[in-house]
């Protein structure tokens, strides 16, 4: 756009890049200016985190040309990107949570005295002033693990900082931040901004845009598609870029005839982290547990599929009393569990989609011992369509999926199991709108013939579309139950935080 | 809707890492029948083929364990304490069948006990394996008195020394045992459980795997397999050892590791460990055959096998970056 030469700080040029079979970036030129925050946006596959990872000297480049404060650059190695002052916070945090702030702050370079002993002192203090600068009274000595996730994000970026950044690359920060530390966040990127980093920050939340970005960039297909000043364009606009198709905004729930009651819980404890939880939901239902970080809502799944065992309390299936004391039995019950994290829980990423989707499911494949290898591809095959995932085949490893078809796998599993109780803990966590809006789609196509879906989501604007009731968890306890097209954010918001 | 796959498959050669290995081992073999003409002599490869048996059983054994993230280091052990005990029964007049039979069931609670030990409790494998491989080490060594015990059948000399078409009858046991594990990882579905958990056994477990029981499944298995090893070897040395399993440890780990299985799990294969194992017996015999003492061939393995992981973590991280 509009920015004079010498106020440029990174420009990358007709980058393109090949993967097997696929073209991840074709022909990407753009520019970050000075001080400025840049959003990026695109759908998961588009090719953000492909040009994020060769930014990062994590991908070799192959195509096109880097220049930085105005010289060319070529990274052949991570290191050499942190060299030139890149900084990329990446969605899944690295830290180490059985050490302190301080040291994680200064992780591989602890500060050492002249005969190379640490100097602890030196190190807090440092610490300290780094924190301080980003408006965080966090202790330097407090351990790791004590901290909120939006606190560990905060040491992250402390740590990128640490020496002089001048790219700050930010993937998604605050997908996993509560409401108040979303807003640290916020004026923590603003202060770096005043102070002249320039920035890069993706995310699938286009509210964000609006509140941070003074450019957007959007990829599509690995491709640029737009460029726009934050305060010319809309969000509609900007999801029509995404896209690439007219898309209304908010999802448009279906009306699906309610069945009987499938799913009964009665007085469920665990710890003190779920207390006394009641609840029924009928075939065709889908009700959505809302809470903030900490209410037990995640938790509350876990003891649902059996993963954690309940101290006390009753679940009925069908109208019949089940014990579930293991995933294992939470599945013959017809129960499907899709986890929260995804990459580490959901599927195993080293393996085929035909390996992963028939995973719940082996005893029914073939006769005995034997795995029938014709059976398995017809019943892979038939989800891999009816779920239309992009993939080159059912061969194509899980790891190369973008994380919306991760995301379909994982509800395939459950599928080819024939569940008809569909656990989904925020299953639409990192994944672009497009397949957001199949995701929803699934779900109500499952409820249609017979399922329920329980979803913990923390996105409210997600909830009151895609679900009829919706039970507000705090501390571990049901505090409040609503009927959806009763309800508004703010007074889910109240009865979550009151 | 339903198409039928047509299996593509590809012809493009690829430099996998078995392939590797086998070229390795015939530049070994190559190199060692250079250097001493014996090598290639009918006795010498025969005994040499007889040797592997042992080595290549329990190699197997090992592979769907680690795959599977697990691990034992006990078999020495183990085979030491079955040989003994076996020994000691049949000296005190136990019949042949009935001796070997409560022999394959110690070494089985052995490995029962192993598994449900590590797994009941969440135990490290290695530490577990470590506690129990020292315990019957020294149950064996008390139980003969720290001396070999001499069991001598005519069935088992037999099947120790007789040939069936010139190929020595242990070596069938051991191509037996190899078909019944490829068989087993390749086309059942406990093979591929086994994949699974070896991938992500987190995820395994929320797929509704229970995970814990395979694993205690394939320790006791592991147990069985290392029964089956101690009376070959108590068939091809005549004795009941209470020093016999102590040797295994190195050569078998080493030909695990170096047929492509990872400590971390969740990679290898029957074919892998194959030829790991052939790899190993061909180092060890045509060092022996060069009349390298002893000592420096343990050496030698210990160099290998430390070379043998470097490799294999180098190229990951290579591959990672990629």
């Keep these: 756009m509009n920015i004079e030469k010498n106020d440029i700080m990174l420009e990358m040029k007709n980058i393109s890049k090949n993967f097997p079979g696929v073209k991840a970036l074709d022909d990407v030129t753009f520019d970050l200016g000075k001080g400025e925050i840049l959003g990026l946006l695109g759908e998961n596959g588009a090719g953000k985190s492909t040009l994020i990872k060769i930014l990062s000297g994590d991908y070799s480049l192959e195509e096109g040309e880097i220049y930085i404060d105005g010289e060319k650059k070529i990274f052949t190695s991570p290191h050499e990107s942190l060299e030139a002052g890149i900084r990329v916070i990446y969605q899944e945090l690295n830290t180490f949570d059985a050490l302190t702030v301080a040291e994680n702050i200064f992780a591989g370079q602890l500060v050492r005295n002249k005969f190379g002993i640490i100097n602890w002192n030196k190190m807090v203090k440092e610490a300290r002033q780094i924190l301080t600068n980003l408006g965080s009274d966090i202790n330097p000595n407090e351990y790791m693990e004590n901290l909120s996730v939006g606190g560990k994000q905060l040491i992250e970026i402390a740590k990128a900082i640490r020496k002089k950044a001048k790219i700050l690359v930010m993937d998604e920060p605050t997908s996993a931040l509560s409401e108040k530390d979303v807003l640290i966040l916020y004026s923590v990127v603003r202060k770096l901004k005043s102070e002249g980093v320039s920035i890069i920050y993706i995310t699938h939340r286009i509210e964000e845009i609006f509140e941070l970005t003074d450019r957007v960039v959007v990829l599509r297909d690995a491709k640029k598609v737009g460029e726009v000043l934050t305060k010319d364009t809309s969000r509609a606009e900007l999801i029509n870029m995404i896209v690439g198709r007219k898309l209304s905004e908010q999802y448009k729930k279906k009306d699906i005839t309610k069945g009987r009651i499938i799913f009964e819980v009665k007085n469920i404890n665990y710890l003190d982290k779920v207390k006394d939880v009641t609840f029924s939901i009928k075939q065709g239902e889908i009700v959505a547990f809302f809470g903030l970080l900490g209410s037990g809502t995640h938790t509350l799944f876990s003891v649902l599929f059996g993963d954690k065992k309940k101290t006390s309390g009753e679940i009925c299936v069908e109208g019949k009393k089940v014990d579930i004391r293991h995933p294992f039995a939470a599945k013959l019950n017809k129960i499907g569990y899709i986890p929260y994290d995804r990459k580490e829980e959901g599927v195993a990423l080293p393996l085929k989609i035909r390996e992963n989707i028939t995973a719940t499911n082996l005893e029914n494949i073939g006769k005995g011992f034997m795995l029938d290898r014709n059976i398995e591809n017809k019943h892979a095959q038939s989800w891999f369509e009816k779920l239309s995932m992009k993939a080159p085949g059912l061969e194509t490893i899980v790891k190369s999926l973008s994380g919306g078809n991760q995301q379909k796998v994982v509800v395939a599993k459950w599928l080819e199991r024939n569940s008809k109780i569909f656990l989904m803990s925020e299953p639409t966590r990192g994944i672009d709108i497009g397949s957001k809006a199949e995701i929803y789609e699934i779900a109500e196509e499952l409820c249609s013939q017979g399922a329920a879906v329980l979803i913990v989501s923390g996105e409210l604007p997600e909830i009151l579309s895609i679900s009829d009731r919706i039970f507000v968890m705090k501390d571990g306890a049901i505090a409040g139950e609503f009927i959806t097209k009763n309800t508004n954010q703010e007074e889910l918001m109240h009865s979550a935080t009151a | ?322």
Excluded at chain 2, 8 to 29: C, E, G, P, R, W
Excluded at chain 2, 63 to 76: E, K, V
Excluded at chain 2, 89 to 98: F, I, K, N
């Design chain 2, 1 to 322: 809707m339903e198409k039928n796959l047509p299996e593509k498959k590809k012809f493009n050669f690829k430099l996998t890492d078995t392939i590797i290995l086998l070229i390795a081992l015939i530049a070994l073999v190559v190199f060692f029948g250079f250097m001493n003409k014996d090598f290639f002599k009918y006795d010498n490869i025969s005994s040499m083929l007889k040797n592997m048996v042992i080595t290549g059983i329990l190699a197997l054994g090992l592979t769907p364990l680690m795959i599977a993230r697990g691990l034992d280091i006990s078999f020495g052990a183990s085979i030491s304490f079955t040989g003994v005990l076996m020994a000691v029964l049949y000296a005190r007049g136990t019949p042949l069948v009935p001796t070997m039979i409560i022999g394959i069931i110690a070494a089985t609670l052995i490995g029962l006990l192993n598994g449900f030990l590590i797994e009941t409790f969440d135990l490290l494998p290695i530490i577990l394996t470590l506690g129990t491989m020292s315990i019957f080490t020294a149950i064996a060594y008390v139980m003969s008195g720290a001396h070999s015990l001499p069991m001598l059948t005519d069935q088992l000399y037999y099947f120790a020394t007789k040939s069936f078409l010139k190929v020595p009858l242990p070596l069938f046991l051991l191509i037996l045992f190899t078909i019944v594990f490829w068989f087993i990882l390749t086309y059942t579905k406990i093979g591929r459980v086994i994949y699974i958990i070896g991938a992500n056994p987190k995820v395994a477990n929320l797929s509704g795997i229970k995970v814990k029981n395979v694993r205690i499944y394939l320790y006791t298995f592991m147990g069985v397999v290392a029964g089956v090893a101690s009376i070959v070897m108590v068939a091809i040395t005549g004795v009941g050892n209470p020093l016999a399993g102590a040797r295994m440890s190195l050569p078998v780990l080493s030909a695990v590791v170096l047929g492509g299985i990872s400590l971390a799990g969740g990679a290898g294969s029957v074919w892998g460990t194959t030829v790991g194992v052939l790899i190993v017996t061909v180092i060890f015999n045509g060092l022996s055959v060069l009349n390298v003492p002893s000592y420096y061939i343990q050496m030698f393995q210990g160099v290998a096998l430390i070379l043998i992981v470097s490799l294999y973590e180098i190229r990951n991280t290579r591959a990672a970056r990629r």
